[in-house]
């Protein structure tokens, strides 16, 4: 998979994108990084977290873990997780964070090297587990400077796209009238 820094970095810069044709709040941006963390914080996290107690008690925490990387249950996830939030702005969260999600799976599909079995995207229902083979999963975290290097200027760009829409007053202020 790619590390979890290409993962952000790639929805940061894809949440950015989307805003040069679309107003989009920054909050949505950040829910959108969140739902492209949600896979591997809930599969890969306990399972490297845990994955000691598993192996001297004999049980596979995979088969715990890898439902909760697949785009099914990541819907379900984001849904629950937009219950959190005010329900006037339930659509949004839930939109931000499942197209985060999905986002996710999108990059791990693409890469070369996944886990023996693939990421099994209808676990457990099929062994479907497309792989796109663009790049190695291993040498991600080298495109992060590169990743990095495009937001920031994406966000430059649009800081002075919104300067020019919105340039600062020149009008002077009113001077303040002072009644005797
Ligand atoms: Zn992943």
Known sequence: ??????????????????????????RDIYLFCA?????????????????????????NLQY???PLHTPAALLLVSLAVSYLFEARTRARTFAALALGALLHCLLDACQVVGPNQGYLWLYPFSSFSPQLNL?????????IPYLVGAAL???????????????????????KVIHE
């Open 153 to 175: 200027l994406m966000e430059g760009l649009l800081r002075l796209r919104r300067s020019k829409s919105n340039p600062p007053s020149c009008v002077p202020r009113s001077p």
């Open 1 to 26: 998979m790619p590390d979890l820094g290409t993962h952000l970095a790639s929805a940061w810069l894809a949440g950015r994108l989307w805003s040069l044709w679309t107003r989009i709040r920054g």
């Open 135 to 143: 790049f190695s999963g291993d040498r991600t975290p080298l495109a």
């Open 35 to 59: 739902g492209t963390a949600l896979p591997d914080l809930l599969s890969r996290a306990p399972h490297l977290a845990l994955d000691t107690l598993g192996t001297r008690y004999g049980f």
């Open 64 to 66: 715990l873990t890898r």
